[in-house]
């Protein structure tokens, strides 16, 4: 990893502490990127900071990555450069939370943990989830988030971060500084150019701020977890759930490695409401509670393990988990834990087993994708798996995707390499 | 010019003979009357005449149109129903105007999935009609639902009554085949969430038709709720009756929709369909909650306590569908009704911030006075999407232009309290000139760079959205002189 020659050049670091007050320094060891090493990390306080960075970046050819707090920074692929690593973390403010309007306006940097402590006096919160790694309890940053389109059990309910995110800032690749949505709900002024960053993994721009609409907070939930033995009486039950009317706020399958599979069904609303429901499966034997799952806000699989990410028609989750264990008996690999909101067809699983044993896995299952309707994506991987397999899959509209990456970031130079088909 | 203009009209002779190669004599019309059937949408004041009209059999018809424009540069502007209310399917006078309305097939409804898959020029409400026996509908419920198309639906991201609770277009729309300006066919999504790559579905739904032609939409079906209680409440005035909305909100709950209608609205309402609202009402609020019915049971209390607390002199709740399609009635006609009391109107859409309302409310009143026009306010109060109805008499000098003034203050009234120009009627033509009052030269101008990716040569819907076209690659910033395209004769500057 031999730095770039403009990584020695002090006139690049003055430019840099310049743009954000002098919270400009080489990059170390422990920045890097998914082994990626950094030249040089910057933390803006605003906007306007990293459009000073990013103009900076811009005069001198150099790769940006963002980072929040990280928790995902090492999924998806490692980035082909990064010149500048751009921190948000001191970005943590929320700007605007206006009660009776029910939205929120806050920096990129804040922890989604964080927002929801500032919206919980209201009454109110974000309704996104994203699962955390085991025993980790980190969400990450309204930004990262965003990126990442990371969303958890309440996906089913209130929709993920497409549907709850109502206003963007940006920073161009070219330093310019834009908008899109506002702070109204409803709006179809323009171009959402929200979606478009939304699972963008920092490739077309900078965001630095966000406007999301909020909930308010049930005044009741409750969990009724049911033990399944198969895959069939599973999806038996998600159906009979999804076309009842129970309206379930989230719907979640736990099938861990070994035993059966858990569903864990959230019920919310009203004191009455919530008991007149749960009497309705009272036929079914559950376990009822007043917290969810612990497994329910955990990913299935540790950092340093190869997680996927899954996506099905509903009725697709039986030939899905079938395909993933054929798979995984194949190639001699222990048998994946697999999590996620299987009322929304979105799952996560945890792979064990070496490189070669990963990488037949997921070849085999993009082969037979059709079959449950989905996509299948690699999103935290080993370096050496990481090296050995395609992680995105195949991908329709590519071509399409390419001609945007070059009208945002011409130059290629906002986490390149790090998205779909080396964008 | 003449030389320019007589090189476009062969271009187009050209052009019609291969469309009708393409798709068949039947499905072009080129005779001046007849094309003159398709000259406007909803908003009847902006008439352009097409070149040529294509009334799309297949998917593949619509591939070969585009096509055929893409390879000779000629403007493009895909049309449903014509419902729209901002111009968004106004044809371009050099251009083809291709209308989906006959691929009105429903092509699945898989109800295991919760999904169906619809042929664009599918009306809204057949959609809901078709689930129905499932115990299933499409949620997004725009006023023109008897008529409007899915496809149109799409390009303009459609609202409704029920969006407070629901969502809207894009909320449910899972998947599209596309055929993009370059006359290829891509398919975004499908039944499965969250396809791998850029969420191009998100920003083609409500792009109002400047990024493609949808040929193919899977939408997202919403189980019928077991209980729906509807509520009407006659306020004195519409502070009353904000008030108590906002308290709803507050207290957490969310109602499948609040309606408000303010006297001159109900007037018109009553004139016109007698809805038989109670008299001597300042304002009325529709309330409707649906879910499970205990649920539903235990809101509609607060509900009716908060409507109480904020001086409701009369509620009355619908006992059955009859009675609910009743209070309806009076909401959903509106926008034609004030025909009846008055010769002439503009029909306005802004969004303000919910605290706001009241505000705002009292400057339209202001506003309206100042310039001696009526407004007449009928509004979806839970999410602050405003619907004034600006009145005037066209054959009194001079009051059209006083309409446009006050309907004009009224967005602005909307830009200053940090809301938006449009909450579901689209840009289109109407407000593309409102567009730089809203955002700045770089927000357009990254937009831009989103239909540059899609559209290079500029010829999905010219002239709409975006008040200056931008030229793709060109490096961006202020252009002296007229714009090349203007020049070009390819667009019109606003």
């Known amino acids: ?423 | 010019m003449t030389t320019i203009a007589s090189r476009r009209a062969a271009d187009l002779l050209d052009l019609a003979a291969q469309v009708r190669a393409a798709v068949g004599d039947s499905a072009v019309i080129d005779d001046r009357q007849r094309l003159r059937t398709y000259e406007c949408d909803g908003l009847a004041q902006y008439k352009v005449i097409p070149a040529l009209v294509v009334l799309a059999r297949s998917s593949d018809d619509v591939q070969a149109v585009v096509r055929l424009c893409a390879r000779r540069g000629v403007p493009f502007v895909a049309r449903g129903s014509g419902t729209g209310l901002s111009g968004g399917a106004l044809p371009h006078a050099d251009g083809v105007l291709i209308v989906t309305s006959q691929l009105r097939k429903i092509l699945a409804l898989d109800i295991a999935n919760q999904r169906a898959v619809l042929q664009p020029g599918v009306i809204n409400l057949h959609v809901s009609q078709a689930a129905a026996d499932a115990g299933y509908y499409y949620a997004p419920d725009p006023s023109s639902q008897q008529v409007c198309s899915i496809g149109g639906n799409l390009a303009e991201n459609s609202g409704g009554a029920h969006c407070l609770k629901y969502g809207f277009t894009v909320n449910h729309v899972t998947g599209a085949e596309v055929i993009t300006p370059d006359g290829e066919r891509v398919q975004f999504g499908g039944k499965a969430p969250d396809p791998t790559g850029y969420d191009l579905l998100g920003v083609l739904v409500g792009s109002e038709g400047t990024l493609g032609v949808a040929t193919e939409i899977t939408v997202r079906l919403t189980r019928s709720p077991q209980a729906v209680r509807t509520l009407l409440a006659a306020f004195d005035n519409t502070d009353e009756a904000g008030a108590a909305t906002s308290q709803i909100i507050g207290a957490g709950v969310i109602p499948a929709a609040i309606e408000m209608m303010d006297a001159l609205a109900i007037e018109a309402a009553e004139a016109a369909v007698h809805c038989n609202y109670p008299a001597g009402a300042g304002a009325v609020l529709i309330v409707e909650l649906d879910g499970p019915e205990a649920e539903v049971g235990a809101q509609f209390d607060v509900v009716e306590r908060f409507c109480r607390e904020h001086g409701a002199f009369e509620i009355r709740v619908a006992a059955d569908d009859v009675e609910r399609a009743l209070f309806w009635k009076g909401r959903k006609s509106a926008f034609a009704a004030v025909g009846r009391i008055s010769p002439d109107y503009i029909v306005q859409d802004g969004v303000v911030p919910r605290t706001a309302l009241p505000h705002v409310l009292r400057r339209i009143t202001e506003l309206a006075d100042d310039a001696g026009i009526r407004v007449a306010n009928v509004f979806h109060a839970g999410d602050g999407n405003l619907h004034p109805l600006v009145l005037f008499d066209d054959s009194v000098d001079g009051e059209a232009e006083r309409a446009e003034e006050v309907s004009g203050a009224i967005l602005e009234l909307c830009i200053e309290h940090g809301g938006s120009i449009t909450g579901e009627h689209g840009v289109g033509s109407d407000k593309a000139k409102f567009m730089p009052r809203m955002f700045t030269e770089d927000d357009l101008d990254t937009m831009q760079m989103l239909r540059c990716a899609f559209d290079p040569d500029g010829i999905a819907n010219p002239g709409k959205v975006f008040p200056t076209p931008r030229l793709c690659g060109e490096v961006p910033g202020r252009h002296r002189g007229a714009h090349p395209l203007v020049q070009a004769g390819l667009a019109e500057a606003f």
């Not at chain 1, 990126?147 to 497409?162: C, I, K, Q």
């Not at chain 1, 070994?258 to 376990?287: F, K, M, N």
């Open chain 1, 1 to 423: 990893m031999r730095p770039a020659a403009h990584a020695l050049d002090q006139q690049v670091l003055d430019a840099l502490q310049d743009s954000v007050d002098g919270r400009a320094r080489a990059g170390r060891v422990e920045d890097a990127v998914s082994g990626v090493a950094v030249d040089w990390v910057a933390e803006p306080a605003d906007t306007e900071q990293v459009a000073a960075l990013l103009t900076v970046a811009a005069q001198r050819s150099m790769s940006v990555v963002a980072r929040g707090s990280g928790t995902r920074l090492g999924w998806g692929a490692a980035p082909r450069s990064a010149n500048l690593l751009v921190s948000l973390a001191a970005m943590n403010q929320v700007l605007e939370h206006e009660a009776g309007d029910l939205v929120v306006h806050a920096q990129a940097g804040t922890r989604l943990e964080d927002l929801q402590s500032t919206l919980r006096p209201s009454n109110q919160h974000l309704a996104l989830d994203p699962p955390s790694a085991p025993g980790a309890d980190r969400r990450g940053t309204v930004g990262g988030v965003i990126a990442t389109a990371a969303s958890g059990p309440l996906r089913l309910s209130h929709g993920g971060v497409r549907d709850l995110l109502i206003g963007v800032t940006m920073v161009r690749a070219d330093g310019r500084i834009a908008h899109a949505g506002g702070k109204v709900v409803k709006n179809v002024a323009g171009y959402d150019l929200g979606k478009l960053l939304t699972g963008s993994w920092g490739t077309l721009a900078v965001i630095t701020e966000a406007r999301f609409r909020l909930h308010p907070i049930s005044p009741v939930s409750r969990w009724l977890t049911f033990s399944l033995p198969d895959a069939e009486r599973a999806n038996a039950l998600i159906q009979q759930v999804i076309h009842s009317q129970l309206c379930p706020a989230a719907l979640e399958i736990d099938r861990p490695e070994r035993g059966p599979a858990t569903l864990a069904l959230q019920l919310s609303g009203t004191e009455a409401g919530v008991e007149a429901r749960i009497a309705q499966v009272a036929d079914v034997r559950a376990e009822v509670s007043a917290s969810p799952p612990v497994w329910s806000a955990e990913l299935p699989w540790s950092p340093g393990g190869v997680g996927l990410r899954l996506t099905h028609e509903l009725t697709g989750l039986p030939v899905l988990l079938a395909e993933l264990d054929e798979a995984t008996a194949r190639a001699g690999a222990p048998r994946a834990c697999v999590r996620g909101a299987a009322g929304v067809g979105l799952l996560h699983a945890g792979l064990r087993g070496d490189v070669v044993q990963a990488g037949s896995v997921v070849a085999r299952l993009r082969e037979r994708a059709a079959a449950w309707g989905g996509e299948v994506v690699v999103l935290d991987a080993p370096a050496e798996v990481r090296a050995s397999v395609d992680l995105w899959g195949p991908v329709r509209g590519l071509s399409l995707m390419r001609r945007v990456k070059d009208q945002f970031d011409p130059e290629h130079r906002l986490a390149p390499g790090r998205f779909v088909g080396g964008i």
